[in-house]
């Protein structure tokens, strides 16, 4: 099997387990859910399921382990004449374009993890581990050090705050506003100031 076969199918059952679970949870709720139940929703093993996921919790979440690097990637590669604020804005809409594309998936995580709460602790921990990542490109880029120098940590923070609000919206929506929409509405109120509403 060649490598790009075998990362495709690891991708794959990844994605099978992830859509089992949130499926799971939306029909049956969080507790009545269990590792089992999701290894036989997506026809693998429970030990195959320990393979890609430590926990149901996480299996919930889905969240890609290579998100972090493609966006560091995408950030790094973005023009060089581009503010880091105008680099992070286009890797941020490109991001939201994407998600939005995917009809069920996203839209299914985001109700589920809304209607479950004690989802929330992994996601922001996960979250938080994205943005240090995120920080150590944006110090790359403009020649700062994270911990040192406030700008790296904070424009991190405030994209991916960006993201956290305009999925909000968008769920509250039900999803029927265009994503990329929402994170440019956003990007638009933080490079203006954060003028008062009116």
Known sequence: MTTGLRERKKL????ALHLAALQLVAERGLEDVSVDDI???AEVSPRTFFNYFPSKVDAIIGLDPDTSRQQV?????RPAG?????????????????????????PLRLTV???HPAVLGRLAAAFGEAEQVLAGAIAQRTGTRVGVDAYPTLLAGVAAAAMRSSLQRWLAGEFTAALPDLV???WDLLTAGLPEPR
């Not at 794959?12 to 994605?15: E, L, M, V």
């Not at 990637?73 to 590669?77: N, S, T």
């Open 12 to 15: 794959a059952t990844r994605q």
């Open 113 to 115: 993890i809304d209607a």
């Open 82 to 106: 581009e503010s880091p604020v105008q680099a992070m804005r286009a890797v941020a809409r490109a991001q939201a374009t994407e998600m939005a594309g995917d009809t069920e998936l996203w």
């Open 73 to 77: 990637e995408a950030f790094l590669g």
């Open 39 to 41: 290894a036989d929703r």
């Open 184 to 186: 440019d509405e956003a």
